[in-house]
Nanobody, 120 residues
Framework: QVQLVESGGGLVQPGGSLRLSCAAS????????MGWYRQAPGKQRELVAA???????NYADSVKGRFTISRDNAKNTVYLQMNSLKPEDTAVYYC??????????????WGQGTQVTVSS
């Protein structure tokens, strides 16, 4: 079993900052890419940012220059630093990890989601 546990969401005013964290635990042999997705009410889930095990990153155009994804491989943890937040960033943010279990099985794991609300 693998668990991804997110933290750091909340309510913030426009222009403010939040830092999300996601820790993976359980029967993990190795983790490939980790990423953050978000889903706003009435919209499809979309990729926000992703990072490979080697540190290569990819961002949605809407967050480039404002959000930064990073990871601590020793802690199996991925972070999302969100600056200059806008009301349109309001969504439930989900952590995702592509990882291998102890039997070399490839798994696509998701966290439970954390709410981010940007409002004055």
């Amino acid at each position: 079993q693998v668990q991804l546990v997110e933290s750091g969401g909340g309510l913030v005013q426009p222009g403010g900052s939040l830092r999300l964290s996601c820790a993976a635990s359980g029967s993990i042999f190795s983790i490939n890419a980790m990423g953050w997705y978000r889903q706003a009410p009435g919209k499809q889930r979309e990729l926000v940012a992703a990072i490979t095990s080697g540190g290569s990153t990819n961002y949605a155009d809407s967050v480039k220059g404002r959000f930064t994804i990073s990871r601590d491989n020793a802690k199996n943890t991925v972070y999302l630093q969100m600056n200059s937040l806008k009301p349109e960033d309001t969504a439930v943010y989900y952590c995702n990890a592509d990882l291998y279990g102890p039997l070399d099985e490839l798994m696509d794991s998701w966290g439970q989601g954390t709410q981010v609300t940007v409002s004055s």
